[in-house]
């Protein structure tokens, strides 16, 4: 069965410094992973996603994500965050089934700090 | 292009209450998902549609759920009757692709149900 893990249900850090949100993934075959992002009050906005090719992606806002196969982890990061970057993320995968039926993580809340 | 909307964006009902909710997905969108979020766990696929075809209703958690796209437009996803365990986030997608090489899902706000 596919799963998606993230682990840390907030993490917290400050503004300037650079953040990780963890994810990892159990699924046989290769996935298409994502990275959502959920503002208050507000519905979830894409990130970034790995297809295939360079493992590392980088996607909206300044963030990144590096796709890692032997450790099946897909962990997004950031150089030096914004306050304004505080929000809950999402960690998400499908099959190259054709369609984007998604099994997301649990969800982790990060918290810049001024 | 205006994005997903979804509506109400809270709905409070009774147990053993009708509760219908809509997805206006963006123009031109032939795939439109639900998915559920329950009491800040993850965020679970209920049903996909193709125009108006269900492409796959497999995550929909049993027959108290109805959802329909009459037309190939917009969604509706009627609970009947509403139990406690039913209360959460339901949020309605739409892509113009099938495949998320070139389309990735755009996600409405949600609607946050809560059953009492």
């Known amino acids: 069965a596919q799963s998606v893990a993230q682990p840390e249900d907030q993490v917290n850090v400050a503004e300037g410094n650079p953040l990780t949100v963890k994810c990892t993934y159990s699924?046989?075959?290769?996935?298409?992973l994502f990275w959502y992002v959920q503002y208050p009050n507000r519905g979830l906005q894409f990130l970034l996603k790995?297809?295939?090719?360079?493992?590392l992606v980088k996607g909206s806002y300044g963030f990144e994500a590096e796709f890692n196969k032997s450790q099946t982890s897909f962990h997004l990061k950031k150089p030096s965050a914004l306050v304004s970057d505080s929000a809950l993320y999402f960690c998400?995968?499908?099959?190259?089934?054709?369609?984007?039926?998604?099994?997301f993580g649990t969800g982790t809340r990060l918290l810049v700090s001024p | 292009e205006a994005g997903v909307t979804q509506f109400p964006s809270h709905s409070v009902i009774e147990k053993g209450q009708t509760v219908t909710l809509r997805c206006d997905p963006i123009?031109?969108?032939?795939?439109l998902y639900w998915y559920r979020r329950v009491m800040g766990k993850e965020i679970k696929f209920l049903l996909h549609?193709?125009?108006?075809?269900?492409?796959?209703e497999s995550g929909m958690p049993n027959n108290r759920f109805l959802a329909e796209r009459t037309g190939g437009t917009y969604s509706t996803l009627k609970v009947q009757p509403a139990e406690l365990e039913d209360s959460g986030v339901y949020f309605c997608?739409?892509?113009?692709?099938?495949?998320?090489?070139?389309?990735?899902?755009?996600f409405g706000n949600g609607t946050r149900l809560t059953v009492t």
């Open positions: 790995y297809i295939t090719g360079d493992n």
């Open positions: 123009s031109g969108h032939d795939n």
């Open positions: 699924v046989s075959g290769n996935p298409y």
């Open positions: 549609f193709v125009k108006e075809s269900k492409q796959d």
């Open positions: 997608a739409s892509s113009q692709d099938a495949g998320a090489r070139n389309s990735p899902l755009h």
């Open positions: 998400a995968l499908h099959m190259n089934t054709g369609f984007q039926k998604l099994v």
